[in-house]
C-alpha cells in the first residue's frame, strides 16, 4: 500500500519544523543557509525569529 503524495509530503514537512522548533535546526539554518531553507527575507534573522515563523506558518 502505497501513501499518496499529500502524505508523504505532510510527514516530511512535520519533521522538518520539528527540527527546527525542537532541535536546534533554527541555530544551524541562521545565516546564509536561512535563504535556501526559508527565503530570501529570512537573511538577517536570529535562530528565535526562525523559530517563530516556522511556528506560525
Do not use: H, N
Not at 4 to 11: A, E
Not at 23 to 32: D, M
Amino acid at each position: 500500500m502505497s501513501l499518496p503524495l499529500w502524505s508523504l509530503l505532510f510527514i516530511l514537512e512535520s519533521i522538518y519544523c520539528w527540527w527546527v522548533i525542537g532541535y536546534g535546526g533554527a541555530k544551524w539554518i541562521e545565516g546564509w543557509k536561512s535563504f535556501f531553507m526559508i527565503d530570501w527575507f529570512a537573511l538577517d534573522w536570529t535562530a528565535e525569529q526562525i523559530r517563530l515563523y516556522v511556528l506560525i506558518i
